[in-house]
T-cell receptor, first 112, second 114 residues
Framework: DQQVKQNSPSLSVQEGRISILNCDYT??????FLWYKKYPAEGPTFLIS?????DKNEDGRFTVFLNKSAKHLSLHIVPSQPGDSAVYFC???????????FGQGTRLTINP | ETGVTQSPTHLIKTRGQQVTLRCSSQ?????VSWYQQALGQGPQFIFQ???????GRGNFPPRFSGLQFPNYSSELNVNALELDDSALYLC?????????????FGPGTRLLVL
């Protein structure tokens, strides 16, 4: 039962353009969503989060959009830079609770 | 501010053995969570510790156990290792009651069971 899904295993974007990573969820109880970036041989690094009471949160080049009716969130990176090449995970939880439920990840490659 | 640290970085064990992994939480954090990440998958929640007690558990058997110490550091113990236990084990810390939803991860311990 995959409650958080990232349907694109990989994405390739040209440097300077916009990268859009997508995530769908099935559990309507989720009320907090996060994006993490992971480089090889490192742990996931927190990027940005959004509460279910909002539909957009922005931090520098990163913006997360939440569409609760569609149970869908997306991460926009503008402009994309070579250092953004990594695996991106979306995660969700509810009730301020213990566990984060992760998607399978999307490998983003930024081409020069 | 000191981040989350884990030891060892890599470990090789044989089936049936026992292993202990260690984690030091980020300064100011009082909660530690453990995750297992198999190859090509997202991290899966094992359990969380707060105030030295288990505070939630995922779908893992009892041979996965843990401890949290008064300084908020933590151990993950796995008994009777199986080949499928080969994975990256991640520790994450957070602060219960303040921005508690955001967990900050360590670099992980890569375990190989032969």
């Amino acid at each position: 039962d995959q409650q958080v899904k990232q349907n694109s295993p990989s994405l390739s974007v040209q440097e300077g353009r916009i990268s859009i990573l997508n995530c769908d969820y099935t559990n309507s109880m989720f009320d907090y969503f996060l994006w993490y970036k992971k480089y090889p041989a490192e742990g996931p690094t927190f990027l940005i989060s959004i509460s279910s009471i909002k539909d957009k949160n922005e931090d520098g080049r990163f913006t997360v959009f939440l569409n609760k009716s569609a149970k869908h969130l997306s991460l926009h990176i503008v402009p994309s830079q070579p250092g953004d090449s990594a695996v991106y995970f979306c995660a969700a939880n509810y009730g301020g609770a213990q566990k984060l439920v992760f998607g399978q990840g999307t490998r983003l490659t930024i081409n020069p | 501010e000191t981040g989350v640290t884990q030891s060892p970085t890599h470990l090789i064990k044989t089936r049936g053995q026992q292993v202990t992994l260690r984690c030091s939480s980020q300064s100011g954090h009082n909660t530690v969570s453990w995750y297992q990440q198999a190859l090509g998958q997202g991290p899966q929640f094992i359990f969380q510790y707060y105030r030295e007690e288990e505070n939630g558990r995922g779908n893992f058997p009892p041979r996965f156990s843990g401890l949290q110490f008064p300084n908020y550091s933590s151990e993950l113990n796995v008994n009777a290792l199986e080949l499928d236990d080969s994975a990256l084990y991640l520790c994450a810390s957070s602060s219960f009651g303040r921005d508690q939803e955001t967990q900050y991860f360590g670099p992980g311990t890569r375990l190989l069971v032969l």
